[in-house]
């Protein structure tokens, strides 16, 4: 099937496509710029500058705000996700009577819900016009089950907890994703989801120090183990918080609560602006469209296997409170000195990815990050100089600001239709899990201070190095025949115009079908 992204001949007339609540059959020639698009947005067409100015100034502002919600959501869905682990300190595999393969299974279980729910809530989320509703009751789903955790009595029950956990929190992640990418254009995606993962990043930081104080102070609590409790109170939390999600997170550019009749339609003619395509699925585009656009293009593979090794890479964040204790210190100074590296990264994750949106450029913001971390790598294999080995901590957990970047090269690579986007991201994010799974098993190898482990994640950060410059080849090479095209253009149109349809409408690629002028981000 060809992709629903039309670069339309000057012959040939499109089909715009339409709002779902509003359909509107209109066709407009295309004449090189972003067409009338069935005539909609007269607010927004007829404002003067300033006034258009001061309304996306208030648009970004107030989204900004309800989007901040999900850097919480983000916190509470890492904690929810991964309390087993500080649970442990206090006796759950003794309670549960686990021995250290059926431990192992319980956390694994958890990614294999995760894979395999992404794509399918991906895709009914690019569905439905309310996706703060879905996430919301996602989020009180996933909290409802976290707190089940606490009063499981063996091991069949917390793999079942478990399972589910992972599945009904597969929806969140690439849901946020989508959701930001359906309000935020290219040169603003990228900042704004190096916020919402500073809440992954934050989580690394504070989790262990959440759990410390939970497990220290209620142990006996109305009869009941302190693991017990940390899992009541973090659920019950992440429950309190989905109501409030209800209310406060945004839905859709042309149907969102809390914005005026003015700052949608800006939002609206913002991201046909960006690209050249209103942000909605052809009509009688059906469910499954999306995926099979993406089984059909060789990018979504590049990106898939070269993100595990990524994820991969940076596996050693699992083990971080492990690896500082290497350093000789006592329990408690390792959970202090375990968060500084993590803060440090936050701050460098929010400015590479500022630069990265102010100069529209993604290979070297992905790949610089990931050359620090090497760097973190080579020093923690060939020092025992404690200064040394604590620098190369935060060079490591610097490593994140290129993963974060990364994900808006998923966005702005799969452009449109939407339907395609959610799949992509959704299947890319989804697949890369696979890495959380070998990652476990890379920290297995103690000797000379993790020195084999280090070996293993520095070679997949080479591996992620070489995927991004090739994945940043193929893109080099769909500019230059969109260069190429438009040449054509201005130099014989007729030509073009009997040539495109044949060279681009069963091309697997959208942008080759996109308005003149647009060009992928490398």
């Not at 339409?18 to 359909?23: I, L, P, S």
């Not at 919480?72 to 087993?84: A, K, V």
Request: aromatic share 12%; net charge negative; proline share 3%.
């Amino acid at each position: 099937m060809t992709d629903e992204i039309s670069r339309a001949d000057p012959v040939r007339e499109v089909n715009v496509k339409q709002d779902v609540e509003t359909v509107e059959q209109h066709t407009t020639p295309y004449h090189g710029d972003q067409g009338d698009h069935g005539g909609k947005f007269q607010l927004a067409r007829t404002m003067d500058p300033a006034r258009r100015a001061h309304v996306e100034k208030t648009l970004k502002l107030k989204l900004d705000a309800r989007c901040s919600l999900f850097v919480l959501i983000y916190i509470l869905n890492y904690l929810d996700r991964n309390n087993i682990a500080s649970a442990r300190l206090k006796g759950l595999q003794d309670d549960l009577h686990l021995d250290n393969t059926q431990y192992a299974t319980c956390l694994s279980i958890l990614y294999v819900g995760y894979i395999l729910m992404q794509v399918p809530s991906n895709m009914l989320i690019n569905r439905i016009s309310r996706p703060s509703l879905y996430l919301s009751l996602v989020m009180l789903l996933w909290g409802l089950i976290s707190t089940l955790s606490g009063v499981t009595t063996d091991f069949t029950s917390m793999v079942l907890v478990r399972f589910f956990l992972g599945f009904v929190e597969a929806a969140f992640l690439p849901g946020a994703l989508l959701i930001q990418s359906k309000w935020y254009t290219r040169k603003e995606l990228t900042f704004r989801n190096a916020i919402l993962f500073c809440g992954n990043i934050i989580s690394n930081a504070f989790s262990a120090l959440v759990g410390a104080g939970v497990l220290s102070n209620m142990q006996g609590t109305l009869g009941h183990a302190a693991w017990r409790w940390l899992f009541w109170i973090e659920g019950a939390a992440t429950m309190a918080v989905a109501i409030t999600a209800a209310f406060v997170l945004p839905d859709l550019p042309r149907n969102s609560r809390g914005f005026t009749a003015e700052e949608l339609e800006v939002a609206q003619l913002r991201m046909i602006e960006d690209v050249g395509e209103a942000d909605v699925d052809a009509e009688g585009q059906g469910v499954l469209d999306g995926l099979m656009m993406c089984l059909k293009d060789i990018k979504i593979y590049v990106m898939m296997f070269t993100f595990t090794a990524y994820v991969v890479g940076l596996s050693f964040n699992a083990f971080f409170p492990t690896l500082t204790g290497t350093l000789g210190f006592d329990y408690v100074p390792t959970l202090l000195m375990s968060s500084p590296p993590w803060v440090f990264s936050c701050a460098v994750s929010l400015l590479n990815a500022w630069h990265a949106d102010r100069t529209q450029e993604k290979f070297w913001h992905i790949t610089g990050p990931i050359l620090g971390g090497i760097v973190g790598f080579i020093i923690s294999m060939s020092t025992e100089n404690i200064a040394a080995r604590y620098v190369a901590l935060f060079l490591q957990a610097s490593a994140y600001a290129g993963f974060i970047v990364f994900y808006s090269w998923i966005s702005s690579s799969f452009p449109r239709p939407p339907a395609k986007r959610a799949v992509a991201i959704a299947m890319i994010n989804a697949f890369s899990q696979l890495g959380n799974v070998a990652g476990s098993y890379v920290w297995d190898l103690k000797d000379n201070g993790y020195r084999k482990s280090y070996g293993i994640v520095t070679a997949m950060f080479g591996v992620t190095i070489l995927g991004c410059w090739f994945f940043r080849g193929i893109l080099n090479n769909l500019n230059s025949k969109l260069e190429d095209g438009e040449r054509a253009w201005d130099a014989q149109p007729d030509v073009t115009a009997q040539t495109a349809e044949m060279e681009h409408m069963d091309s697997p690629d959208e942008a080759l079908q996109m308005q003149k002028g647009f060009r992928y981000l490398v």
